[in-house]
């Protein structure tokens, strides 16, 4: 199982990018998926998740509206669409594959992103 995860830098507040995780090594469309993040000096902090069938997406409360996690199956790819960033949003961010009975149990190398002027 690989997970590789690109797409961040530094942007301005306000601006958005894109990131990526390619997954392979594992039948994509079985597994729901995450994003984890992890700013400087705190611990890890749920971002998103997006259902297996790609139906359902769950997003903490400081990025609904700004956020928008997204797959493509056939890709085998999750990406996670960020606008509006803040500050606050600066972090490493990581994809997580999910599973019903073990939780999370792969983990990407993770990707920075950094929002300041």
């Known amino acids: 199982v690989q997970l590789v995860e690109s797409g961040g830098g530094l942007v301005q507040p306000g601006g958005s990018l894109r990131l990526s995780c390619a997954a392979s090594g594992f039948t994509f469309s079985n597994y729901y998926m995450s994003w984890v993040r992890q700013a400087p000096g705190k611990g890890l902090e749920w971002v998103s998740d997006?259902?297996?069938?790609?139906?359902?997406?769950r997003y903490v409360d400081s990025v609904k509206g700004r956020f928008t996690t997204s797959r493509d199956d056939a890709k085998s790819t999750l990406y996670l669409q960020m606008n509006s960033l803040k500050p606050e949003d600066t972090a490493v961010y990581y994809c997580?594959?999910?599973?019903?009975?073990?939780?999370?149990?792969?983990w990407g190398q993770g990707t920075q992103v950094t929002v300041s002027s």
């Open positions: 997580v594959r999910g599973t019903a009975a073990a939780g999370y149990d792969y």
């Open positions: 997006i259902a297996s069938d790609g139906g359902d997406t």
